[in-house]
């Protein structure tokens, strides 16, 4: 009886190792040395907007109504802004524009939680780049960024 024990042993092990040569995952193709990152897909320019945009000195910023760790990182470009806002789990990012004076915008980034506390969710971050659109470009005018959370 053992015999039979044997050969079903080695026949499973034999089906194991040649499985393992199978499927081997294809070879990383380096992208060609002359092909810049900031032309591949999803990445931003190197070189700030024709427009007068880019990135929003902090200097510019109020973030003390952001919570401790929130990231403080606004691209400009004409009317409209690039916010990195920051999302986890079930949590969604987003943000509103409020008041639009002429010496300062207000924003406000929020996070939407589902209500329901039996959803299980991930333990992970994101930080999306989240777009508003302004009444004018904004220049050089105070950004105040808010934030809320909120339940749907």
């Known amino acids: 009886m053992r015999w039979k024990e044997t050969i ?3 026949a ?3 089906l194991v190792l040649t499985g393992c040569g199978q499927d081997q995952p294809a070879p ?4 060609p040395a002359s092909q810049e990152l900031t032309k591949m897909p999803g990445r931003q320019p190197a070189e700030p907007p024709a427009d007068g945009g880019g990135q929003v000195p902090a ?3 109020d973030t003390t109504g952001l919570p401790k760790g929130y990231p403080a990182d606004v691209r400009a470009e004409g009317s409209t802004l690039v916010i990195t806002g920051q999302e986890g789990g079930c949590s ?3 943000a509103e524009v409020g008041e639009q004076r002429g010496d300062r915008v207000t924003v406000t980034m929020t996070e939407t939680k589902p209500a329901d506390k039996n959803v ?9 780049p989240i777009t508003v659109r ?3 470009p904004l220049g050089d005018r105070l950004l105040v960024l808010e934030y809320v959370q909120r339940t749907d």
């Open 59 to 61: 200097a510019q910023l």
């Open 92 to 94: 969604k990012a987003g």
């Open 8 to 10: 079903i042993g080695v």
């Open 120 to 128: 299980m969710c991930t333990m992970d971050m994101r930080y999306p």
């Open 28 to 31: 990383v193709e380096s992208p």
């Open 134 to 136: 302004l009444d004018a």
């Open 12 to 14: 499973a092990g034999v």
